[in-house]
Each structure stands twice: as structure tokens, then as C-alpha cells.
């Protein structure tokens, strides 16, 4: 009867929480241990009621020698016993941490998944299947609340992911064993498991049996809250989604690049904007944890007008005045040895893609970046194409006052690392154009002057 309360219980779960759909095959990962075995075992129970079919998968890490070739074998004969069709993988886990300089955990835990995601593709699985139960929710809740968490974390492991199922999640630990107990089912123990050193580990067996002493249900009350949590999540994500598809807007040259208004991002709640954040990384190509999302958020309330901050997935947010952008970092400023130009005709400068033509008779607006027309009587011996230098000034046609062109750019609210890069004309007394900018009161020309016209293309 326990067997059978067992298995009700994780078909009640199943199918509540929607995790597999008839006819489907679902690949369960099989370490060997007493989790895995348990779903196996289970699996094979319900596959009638189901309608499914079962693949297994072991990976070994190759991390405990003698041990590690010990649960390879156990979990083989299991299969064979019970005639499941068997995918095995292993991987290098140490050297892998070791080259991506990363711990061991994580590294194990993606090679593992990738491992798992090969199999399903090999073995035309639909499902993935792990024997996550409610004592590890438990026990991952606590860990995340012990290292600080917002909502998504506090919400624990979702009962599926992708194509990634937990149909036990719903069993606490102790009903895995009695399960297994009662069918007379052996398993292969981990003697790292009780590492306490190991945070996860000192949870398991310190903290966690002197919370069931308050509460022996704890599991299940922790597995029952993560659910009211991630209801509340997705409703705030779906907010979310909606604001950012309405405030985020996606650059017309770099469609991997997104800017949201500092104004707009400030005017909406904390929960929501902190998720629109995190939206707006993940458009850009990156990822963002609870750090990044905070630092994000600082530089949007901070008055540094082009701070920036690096996120995972080689994304930068840099503000640009009154603006967030989520993109690739900046690309590093061209530089060019300043160039004389011609009286009259044609320049290339291709260290920055540019074609330069002098002469009134070529003004013409197809495919510029920029045209320049001056008062040619005003111009001081001959004009140099350069960029900007420290102390460079003008005063700009039809404004009062001299400014640092550094100034002018700030004014213009030109990005910080666009400055250096922006191309400047100047002649013997002095800068008469900046690009983007405008020109110099002292070369503008009136109607009826004789001018020189410069046009700017860039190099196809």
C-alpha cells in the first residue's frame, strides 16, 4: 500500500503541474543514487497511466575515482535488469573547471545538463526528467534566502523548465527511501554527500533536521510556498514583458542593442523595472543575477551621465545621458594621423572607412555622413581633417560664446566613447567644423560668398 500511495502521489503531481503529455519519452537522468533510482522506479510504475516510454542517461564526472566507475556499474546492470535503454557520457569535470576557471559545482552541473540534452536528442526523448524532491527545494530555498534572493529565488526549483521535469518534486526525502524500502530496491550512496563541509551538505544534515523538529512538514510547507511564489512571479513578469515591449527600444542599426529611458525605467515599480532590467539584458545576448541588476539600477539613479557596468554574456549597460543602453561593449575609437586635404578634389583615410571630397561643384547629400560648406575668403591657409585634441575650441555659427568642442559634445549629448572619434576640420587659425556639431561662426557663409564644400562619405 505504501508503494501505491507513493505512486499516486507523484501521478497527481504529475499531472497537475502538466509535465508530460502521452505517448512522450522521457529521459531520466540515472546517477545511481536513491533520488534517481527512485524515479526510475516510479517512471516505470506509471508508464502504463502514462502512456510513455523511458530512457535513462548517466553521466559520470569522473571526480571520484573507483566510485565514480562503481555507480557507472550499478546503474548498468539496473537497466539491463529492467530492460531501459541506456545512454552513458562521462567528462573531465576538474580539467574542465580547471581551463574555464570556474568551481567544480558548476562546471559539473553544465556539463551534466549538456550531456543530458545530447542523450534526449540522441534517444528522440521529448522530456528530461531529474529526481529533484521537495527536501532539495527545501533546502535550496534556505540557501538562497542565506545568500540574499529575490522572488525568483525564494521561489525554489520549478517543477519544469524547458523540457527539463521534476516528477518527484512533490516526494520528501523520506518517503523516497521507504518507497524504495518496500520494493526491496538497492542504490549506490555518495560518501561526498556527507561532506558537511559543503554548504549544501551542512543544510541537509545540521539545519535542516532542527527545522523539522518546529515543523516536520517542512518540506512540503516550503514546496507549497515556492508555488504561491512563482504564481506571483509570472504575474509580475508577464507585467513586465508588456512595459518593456513598450519602453524598450531596439537600436536601428545594431538589433542586438536596446536603450529604455532613464525617466520611464524611474517611474515604475521596483519590482517591475528591476524584471524589465533583466529583460533588456537578455535581448541584448547577456544574463543578469540580482548584482547586476542592482548595479543597473544605481547607474539609472546616480548623475553619472555615461557610467557603465559589465554584465555575463558580454553585454555592457552603459547611460548615455538620459538613456540606458544594453549592448556589446563599445568599439574601441579609430585612430588616424591628421590629414591635409586637398584644394579641390578627393582624400581616403581608411584606417576610418572615410572618403573625403573638397570642391563646391561635388555638394551632394546621397549616402553622406556629413557636408560642410564654408566661406572660402574666411579659411586660414589649408584645412586639416583630424580628431579632437585637448583645448580644441570653437564658436559655432549663430551662438554666443567659445566653447571647448569637448563641451559642445557634452551639450549635444554625444555618448562619451563617440567623442574621441568624432572627425574635426580645422584650418591655421583654428577648428571650423565638428561633425555632428555644426561649424564656426567665422568661416559661415552669407548668401552670395564664394564657398569650398566638403562632403564626408563613409567607405563601402
Known amino acids: 500500500m505504501k508503494t501505491r500511495a507513493i505512486e499516486h502521489k507523484t501521478l ?40 510513455i516510454r523511458i530512457v535513462a542517461a548517466h553521466y559520470n564526472h569522473r571526480l571520484r575515482g573507483e566510485a565514480s566507475e562503481r555507480d557507472a556499474g550499478f546503474v548498468r546492470q539496473f537497466c539491463e535488469k529492467f530492460d531501459i535503454p541506456l545512454v552513458v557520457g562521462s567528462g573531465d569535470v576538474a580539467e574542465a573547471a580547471r581551463t574555464s576557471e570556474r568551481g567544480i559545482e558548476e562546471t559539473a552541473r553544465e556539463m551534466r545538463y549538456a550531456f543530458l540534452e545530447d542523450a534526449a536528442r540522441e534517444s528522440g526523448a521529448s522530456k528530461i526528467a531529474t529526481g529533484h524532491h521537495a527536501d532539495d527545494n527545501a533546502e535550496t530555498v534556505l540557501l538562497h534566502l542565506i545568500r540574499g534572493a529575490g522572488l525568483r529565488g525564494l521561489a525554489g526549483i520549478p517543477p519544469c523548465r524547458g523540457r527539463i521535469i521534476r516528477p518527484i518534486l512533490a516526494l520528501e526525502r523520506r518517503e523516497i527511501e521507504d518507497y524504495l524500502a518496500a520494493l526491496g530496491q538497492d542504490f549506490v550512496e555518495d560518501a561526498t554527500n556527507r561532506d558537511t563541509a559543503l554548504r549544501r551538505n551542512a543544510m541537509r544534515h545540521q539545519v535542516m533536521p532542527i527545522l523539522r523538529e518546529m515543523n516536520p512538514g517542512l518540506a512540503g510547507t516550503v514546496l507549497r510556498q515556492s508555488g504561491v ?88 549597460v552603459r547611460r548615455v545621458y538620459d538613456k540606458l543602453v544594453f549592448g556589446a561593449r563599445a568599439r574601441e575609437t579609430v585612430s588616424f594621423q591628421a590629414a591635409v ?26 549616402a553622406t555622413i556629413s557636408d560642410f560648406c564654408f566661406k572660402s575668403i574666411a579659411i586660414c591657409g589649408r584645412i586639416t581633417a583630424r580628431l579632437r585634441r585637448t583645448g580644441d575650441e570653437l564658436r559655432l555659427a549663430g551662438r554666443s560664446g567659445t566653447k571647448t568642442v569637448k563641451k559642445l559634445m557634452i551639450e549635444a549629448k554625444v555618448p562619451a566613447e563617440e567623442r574621441g572619434g568624432r572627425l574635426i576640420f580645422a584650418d591655421e587659425a583654428g577648428v571650423i567644423a565638428v561633425s555632428g556639431i555644426g561649424i564656426a561662426e567665422r568661416v559661415a557663409p552669407q548668401a552670395g560668398d564664394e564657398t569650398v564644400t566638403i562632403v564626408v562619405e563613409e567607405l563601402i
Open 229 to 316: 511564489l512563482r504564481q506571483d512571479g509570472r504575474c509580475l513578469d508577464a507585467v513586465a514583458k508588456e512595459v518593456f515591449a513598450k519602453i524598450g527600444q531596439r537600436d536601428v542599426e545594431d538589433a542586438a542593442t536596446y536603450s529604455i529611458d532613464i525617466t520611464e525605467l524611474g517611474a515604475l515599480d521596483p519590482s517591475i523595472a528591476s524584471r524589465v532590467v533583466v529583460l533588456a539584458v537578455q535581448a541584448a545576448g547577456g544574463e543578469a543575477d540580482a548584482v547586476h541588476v542592482r548595479q543597473v539600477l544605481e547607474i539609472a539613479g546616480g548623475c553619472a551621465p555615461s557610467a557603465e557596468t559589465a554584465v555575463r554574456g558580454g553585454v555592457m
Open 12 to 51: 497527481d503531481w504529475i499531472r497537475r503541474q502538466g509535465l508530460i503529455e502521452d505517448g512522450d519519452t522521457v529521459l531520466a537522468a540515472l546517477s545511481g543514487g536513491a533520488d534517481s533510482v527512485c524515479l526510475v522506479r516510479v517512471l516505470m510504475a506509471l508508464r502504463a497511466q502514462l502512456d
Open 341 to 366: 586635404l586637398p584644394e579641390n578634389g578627393t582624400i581616403l583615410i581608411p584606417e576610418a572607412g572615410l572618403r573625403i571630397t573638397v570642391g563646391a561643384e561635388n555638394l551632394r547629400t546621397l
